[in-house]
């Protein structure tokens, strides 16, 4: 069924989409598909996470993610009723605030008792001379805002638990497993035939994988030696507000490590111990050993987390690996195409993997609009696309180095009043 408010595009109408993933840049796409006439089912390895209890990642509840002009274009160009709606839960970031990691706990101990507003006053560097920012978005949320914009498409259909297992690009047919908790030692497997497939399927794509067996795809994937640890600032218990500054990036940074926070509609900070594996080992499996860390390098910490919800998260979360995937081609003839961090996985630290994805949506789109021909309107996309993911990669890679260690040198400092001038 075609939308009517938006023409097909080149002749799509009643034709077969399957988006693999329906993570932000599944969802996204999904939605740029439905636009255009096609005929949409989404496949998604996980459950429903509209439903209750459902996570969209299976490590965390959910991170907070930098949203910028990259990635809000991509739903600019699409949906600006849905853009705003997303917008509305979003919070504005002017800058980063780099915080003191000598301040003693003491101190804000006393700010606290004086009933100060935010007990850690760092030093605030905006991001933009004109007052322009980025904005911190919950990933779960955002995702959740996408899925129910295309679930009221009348031409997309969604398939939940349901693992891409293999695919055949020359006959077009791919065969999904079923995934839930009860899916026993068969499970069921559908076989879905379709004219385009799009893989949208996060770092370890499985079509990526897949499209390697069709195509000479040049293929880098690096590991970098750093962890994540995610734990949580609650809100002020008396006033219930903010405890820092709600419109900042927070960064105690420690030249080899760090820790962010970034904040949440709900008056929480969604933070981000980032460290080598060799650091988390320092601390060991003792509590002990974890206060006497943080008491060493981010005593102001403690305070704003709590010492007893410090033990508690850190001990019960996971501390994950970053990877940064790099390939070419993105296609296959007019078959498949990969997007988001399917074809660019990237390390956080520039903020842009979702805001890349979202933009591969947007180009990718401009591309099939401007050809006739789907399998031309890929290679010149692949083409295209390709210095510029790779490029953010490595933008995202050498940020870390910025964010951890870079914003407080005097040459930053040096730099900035150069560009202030
Ligand atoms: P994903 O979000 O990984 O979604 C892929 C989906 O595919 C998932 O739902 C998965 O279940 C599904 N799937 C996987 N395999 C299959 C299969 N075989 N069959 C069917 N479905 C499958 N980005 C930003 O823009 N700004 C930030 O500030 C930012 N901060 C970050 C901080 C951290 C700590 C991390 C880890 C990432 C951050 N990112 C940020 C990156 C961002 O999270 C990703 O770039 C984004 O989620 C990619 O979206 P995606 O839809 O391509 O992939």
Same mark, same amino acid.
């Given at each position: 069924?075609?939308n009517?408010?938006?023409?097909?595009?080149?002749?799509?109408?009643g034709?077969?989409a399957c988006?693999?993933g329906a993570?932000?840049?599944?969802?996204?796409?999904?939605?740029y598909?439905a636009?255009?006439?096609w005929?949409?089912d989404v496949?998604?390895?996980?459950g429903?996470l509209?439903?209750?209890?459902?996570?969209?990642l299976?490590?965390?509840?959910?991170?907070?993610?930098?949203l910028s002009?990259?990635g809000i274009s991509?739903m600019r160009?699409i949906?600006?009723t849905?853009?705003?709606?997303v917008?509305?839960?979003?919070?504005?970031m002017?800058?980063?605030?780099?915080?003191?990691?000598?301040?003693?706990?003491s101190?804000?101990?006393?700010?606290?008792?004086?009933g100060?507003q935010?007990?850690?006053e760092?030093?605030?560097q905006e991001y933009d001379?004109?007052?322009?920012f980025?904005?911190?978005?919950d990933?779960?949320r955002?995702?959740?805002?996408l899925?129910?914009?295309i679930?009221k498409?009348?031409n997309?259909?969604?398939?939940?638990?349901q693992?891409l297992?293999?695919?055949d690009?020359?006959?077009?047919?791919?065969?999904f497993?079923?995934?839930?908790?009860d899916?026993?030692?068969?499970?069921?497997v559908?076989?879905?035939?379709? #004219?385009? *497939?799009?893989?949208?399927?996060g770092a !370890?794509?499985?079509?990526?994988r897949? +499209?390697?067996?069709?195509? &000479?795809?040049?293929?880098?994937?690096t590991?970098?030696d750093t962890l994540?640890?995610?734990?949580?600032i609650?809100?002020?218990?008396?006033?219930?507000d903010f405890?820092?500054?709600p419109?900042?990036?927070?960064i105690?940074?420690?030249?080899?490590?760090m820790?962010?926070a970034?904040?949440s509609p709900?008056?929480?900070f969604t933070?981000?111990?980032?460290?080598?594996?060799?650091r988390?080992d320092?601390?060991?499996d003792s509590? #002990?050993? *974890?206060?006497?860390f943080?008491e060493? !390098?981010?005593?102001?910490?403690i305070? +704003?987390?709590g010492r007893? &919800?410090?033990?508690?998260?850190y001990?019960k979360?996971?501390?994950l690996?970053?990877?940064?995937?790099?390939?070419s081609?993105?296609?296959?003839?007019?078959?498949?195409v990969?997007?988001?961090?399917?074809?660019?996985?990237?390390?956080?630290?520039y903020?842009?993997?979702?805001?890349a994805?979202?933009?591969?949506?947007?180009?990718l789109?401009?591309h099939?609009?401007?050809?006739?021909?789907l399998g031309?309107?890929?290679?010149?996309?692949?083409e295209?696309r390709?210095p510029n993911a790779h490029?953010?990669?490595?933008?995202?890679?050498t940020n870390?180095v910025?964010?951890r260690?870079n914003?407080?040198s005097?040459?930053?400092k040096a730099?900035?009043?150069?560009?202030?001038?």
């Amino acid at each position: 069924m075609t939308n009517p408010s938006t023409p097909a595009a080149n002749g799509t109408t009643g034709k077969r989409a399957c988006v693999v993933g329906a993570g932000p840049v599944g969802a996204l796409s999904a939605l740029y598909l439905a636009k255009d006439g096609w005929d949409v089912d989404v496949y998604e390895l996980r459950g429903d996470l509209r439903m209750p209890g459902n996570k969209s990642l299976n490590f965390t509840k959910s991170i907070n993610l930098a949203l910028s002009e990259r990635g809000i274009s991509g739903m600019r160009a699409i949906d600006e009723t849905l853009l705003k709606e997303v917008l509305a839960e979003t919070i504005p970031m002017y800058g980063r605030e780099v915080h003191n990691t000598k301040l003693p706990a003491s101190v804000v101990e006393k700010r606290k008792e004086a009933g100060y507003q935010y007990w850690t006053e760092g030093e605030k560097q905006e991001y933009d001379c004109h007052g322009r920012f980025i904005r911190s978005a919950d990933r779960h949320r955002l995702n959740e805002q996408l899925l129910e914009r295309i679930a009221k498409e009348p031409n997309v259909r969604l398939h939940f638990n349901q693992g891409l297992k293999k695919m055949d690009l020359d006959k077009k047919v791919a065969w999904f497993e079923y995934s839930a908790k009860d899916a026993g030692e068969n499970p069921e497997v559908t076989r879905v035939e379709f #004219d385009f *497939l799009l893989g949208c399927d996060g770092a !370890h794509s499985t079509v990526r994988r897949l +499209l390697q067996k069709y195509v &000479r795809m040049d293929y880098e994937q690096t590991y970098i030696d750093t962890l994540w640890c995610e734990l949580e600032i609650y809100p002020n218990e008396v006033t219930g507000d903010f405890l820092i500054h709600p419109n900042y990036l927070h960064i105690w940074p420690k030249q080899t490590f760090m820790f962010i926070a970034i904040p949440s509609p709900d008056k929480t900070f969604t933070c981000t111990l980032f460290m080598p594996q060799s650091r988390f080992d320092e601390i060991g499996d003792s509590p #002990d050993g *974890l206060i006497a860390f943080f008491e060493r !390098h981010f005593p102001a910490v403690i305070p +704003l987390i709590g010492r007893d &919800r410090l033990i508690k998260d850190y001990f019960k979360n996971p501390k994950l690996p970053l990877i940064s995937v790099k390939c070419s081609p993105y296609h296959y003839k007019d078959s498949c195409v990969i997007l988001g961090d399917a074809a660019h996985a990237m390390v956080p630290f520039y903020g842009q993997g979702m805001n890349a994805g979202f933009e591969d949506v947007r180009i990718l789109f401009e591309h099939i609009h401007a050809h006739s021909d789907l399998g031309t309107a890929l290679s010149r996309y692949s083409e295209a696309r390709k210095p510029n993911a790779h490029s953010i990669n490595d933008l995202a890679m050498t940020n870390y180095v910025e964010m951890r260690a870079n914003v407080t040198s005097s040459i930053y400092k040096a730099r900035k009043q150069v560009e202030e001038f």
